[in-house]
Structure formats: structure tokens, C-alpha cells
């Protein structure tokens, strides 16, 4: 796995979690990176994405105004950090970091993924 998920947790709604991708060997940095996430019996979807120097982002509608993708993208590093703010149950779910020549709203699926990491937010 090239890509590295971490940061899910648990967390009662209202709270905020972050997230974030990280690519060790820097394969990506020329790459869009993002999110989807994944809940049992549903199509994977589309989160949040952002371009290899960060000036295009998109966000899926449902966490516009909660959500927030940035990069570093650096000599040394690549990392794309999700920060979850404002947390419903409805957010609960599998995320999963993922990296295209261009992602989108309109992006189901990707060329590249990391694994999965937990989501878990309570009424």
C-alpha cells in the first residue's frame, strides 16, 4: 500500500476528526489525492479532493461548509489532511485516501488507494 490512511475514531456528533494520507515516497506529488468513503451496501462516494498544488478543490455537497482538504505537498512530504468538523451520523463510514491524474465530484472510483480507516459518528 502506497497510500497511508490514519486518524478515524469515534466520536459523538458535533465533534471533529482529521484525517490524513500520507505518501512516503512521494509517488503522487504530481497527482490529484482525495477521499471517498464507503458505508456497508452502498456505492463508494465521493468526498473531497484536492490538485497537486492545492488551488482546485471540490467538495461533495453533503460536506461543504463541515469538511476541509488541504496538502502539503513539500520536498519531503506528501500529505493530504481531511478535516472533519461538525460531524452527523450520516458522515459515518470507511474512508478512504485515493490518487488520479483528476478527481472529482463526479469521481466513483480511482487509480490508486490506500486502505480504509473508520469513521464512527454517534447520535
Known amino acids: 500500500v502506497q497510500l497511508q490512511a490514519s486518524g478515524g475514531g469515534f466520536v459523538q456528533a458535533g465533534g471533529s476528526l482529521r484525517l490524513s494520507c500520507e505518501d512516503p515516497?512521494?509517488?503522487?506529488?504530481?497527482?490529484?489525492m482525495g477521499w471517498f468513503r464507503q458505508v456497508p451496501g452502498k456505492q463508494r462516494e465521493f468526498v473531497a479532493s484536492?490538485?497537486?498544488?492545492?488551488?482546485?478543490?471540490?467538495?461533495a455537497d453533503s460536506v461543504k461548509g463541515r469538511f476541509t482538504i488541504f496538502r502539503e505537498n513539500a520536498k519531503n512530504t506528501n500529505t493530504v489532511t481531511l478535516q472533519m468538523n461538525g460531524l452527523i451520523p450520516e458522515d459515518t463510514a470507511v474512508y478512504y485516501c485515493?490518487?488520479?491524474?483528476?478527481?472529482?465530484?463526479?469521481?466513483?472510483?480511482?487509480?490508486?488507494w490506500g486502505q480504509g480507516t473508520l469513521v464512527t459518528v454517534s447520535s
Open positions: 485515493a490518487a488520479d491524474s483528476n478527481i472529482g465530484p463526479h469521481s466513483v472510483v480511482a487509480s490508486y
Open positions: 515516497g512521494r509517488i503522487f506529488r504530481s497527482y490529484a
Open positions: 484536492i490538485n497537486w498544488n492545492g488551488d482546485t478543490i471540490y467538495y
